[in-house]
């Protein structure tokens, strides 16, 4: 009989030994930091937390910026960190104090190597006492030595090495980005769930040059030089109906598969505002939050939205499930139609809405007023990043519609 209990004893031991501890990170500062070439690595911070019910959840933050992340499975020593609303994820392993792998995009194949350290606050280092304070409006050309540059204005804030601020251009702007100024060079970053930007530079008091890179698979050179009067193109004025054409059509399936247009019920004798864009685009996701909130704010029963998203997805399928993760994120109850998957091609766009001179950006807004008149497009989007000519935008918005619902 003893014999048999400490046969019993043994084996459960041996078990237990054979059991690995059940590992989790550790919470708190973390530093992030994706590969985006040989040489260069676009830094991030984020907090671990845990909820009440004691699930993992990341608060990412870009300068004035927090993405909260809740998305994350873990399984021994492997982890998924899942993007909100947009299709982007991590995996990879980890330990308490490191997770390596991947940041995913699986219906581009991009890949960006990631890895972060536990605590670790500092984004940027900055061994240097600043050399030249970058505060105020920059005009800024990107792509400067190829054949398609186009310009931006980029809006700085500096307190010592530290360095917030963006790039804004025709077609939206580069979110809230994060950095310092070292000695002569500057460097920036931003880590939205989608956008992977890094900004660096050699700059003076009056001058920037400096590489762009998005990704991996991106670099551009950009130049700049202080102007305090620069300003982009006016973005009402970018895009417009060809001649020729009276009115907007579109016919396009929601996720029902029911086909949808500007001839329905639903839309006559309203003043309707058509969302131009994508579930991938973070400038977008901007644009759809500050309706979704505009809605809720200024009810009006002759006033529609309807977007047309235009998605890089594979599959219908997939794009469809990006579509219903945007609308159960953001709370958008305005019909969000699929008008094209398997690319994000501005051509193959305007393609589908060829009664535009060309579609220059996503997002675009097009304004119809209840006679089925287009009364104004707007190009892009000025999102919270921009600061004032976001407000601008809001006023120039609330506006615009006070005068459509009042004819």
Same mark, same amino acid.
């Given at each position: 009989? #003893? ?9 459960v ?9 059940k ?5 708190g ?45 873990? *399984? ?36 960006v190597p ?24 920059w005009?800024?050309?990107?792509d ?52 992977v ?10 001058? #920037? ?15 700049a ?13 970018l ?9 907007? *059509? ?8 029911? #086909?949808?247009?500007?001839?329905? *019920? ?10 131009i864009?994508?579930?991938w ?5 901007d ?6 909130d ?29 579509? *219903? ?23 193959k ?10 579609v220059l950006?996503?997002?675009?807004t ?11 497009i ?22 615009t519609?006070e005068?459509?619902l009042?004819?």
């Amino acid at each position: 009989m #003893m014999y048999r209990i400490l046969v019993v004893l043994v084996l459960v031991f041996m078990a237990s030994c054979q059991e690995e501890p059940k590992k989790g990170l550790s919470l708190g500062e973390w530093r992030g930091e994706m590969q985006v070439s040989k040489d260069q690595k676009l830094p991030f911070n984020f907090v671990v937390s845990k909820d009440a019910e004691g699930s993992f959840f990341l608060k990412m933050r870009n300068a004035d910026e927090v993405i909260v992340v809740d998305g994350i499975s873990v *399984e021994r020593d492997s982890i998924i960190i899942r993007m909100p609303v947009f299709e982007g994820y991590i995996a990879g392993t980890f330990s308490d104090t490191t997770i390596s792998g991947q940041f995913i995009k699986e219906s581009l194949e991009r890949y960006v190597p990631f890895t972060a350290s536990y605590g670790e606050s500092e984004r940027f280092t900055a061994p240097s006492k600043a050399k030249v304070d970058v505060s105020g409006i920059w005009e800024t050309h990107f792509d400067f030595d190829t054949e398609e540059p186009y310009p931006a204005k980029g809006i700085f804030y500096q307190s010592g090495n530290k360095l917030t601020g963006t790039f804004r251009t025709t077609t939206g702007d580069y979110r809230y980005l994060e950095g310092v100024v070292d000695g002569d060079s500057l460097k920036l970053s931003a880590f939205d769930g989608a956008h992977v930007f890094l900004f660096t530079a050699k700059v003076t008091d009056s001058t #920037m040059d400096g590489t762009f890179f998005s990704g991996n698979h991106s670099v551009e050179n950009f130049r700049a030089k202080r102007n305090t009067a620069f300003e982009l193109p006016d973005a009402n004025s970018l895009t417009y109906l060809k001649e020729g054409y009276g009115k907007f *059509e579109f016919s396009f399936p929601d996720v029902s598969g029911r #086909m949808v247009s500007l001839s329905d *019920e639903k839309f006559q004798d309203k003043v309707v505002l058509v969302q131009i864009m994508g579930t991938w685009c973070p400038n977008c996701l901007d644009e759809t939050r500050f309706y979704v909130d505009y809605l809720r704010k200024n009810p009006h029963p002759r006033l529609e939205f309807v977007a047309l998203a235009f998605e890089y997805a594979k599959t219908e399928e997939k794009a469809f499930e990006g579509i *219903e993760r945007l609308k159960n994120n953001v709370g958008v109850e305005y019909p969000v139609l699929l008008a094209q998957v398997g690319t994000s091609s501005k051509t193959k766009a305007n393609e589908k809405l060829p009664m535009l001179n060309h579609v220059l950006s996503y997002p675009t807004t097009i304004y119809i007023d209840k006679k089925g008149e287009v009364r104004k497009i707007h190009t892009g989007f000025n999102g919270p990043a921009t600061g004032d000519k976001h407000l601008e935008f809001q006023q120039e918005f609330s506006e615009t519609l006070e005068e459509l619902l009042g004819e």
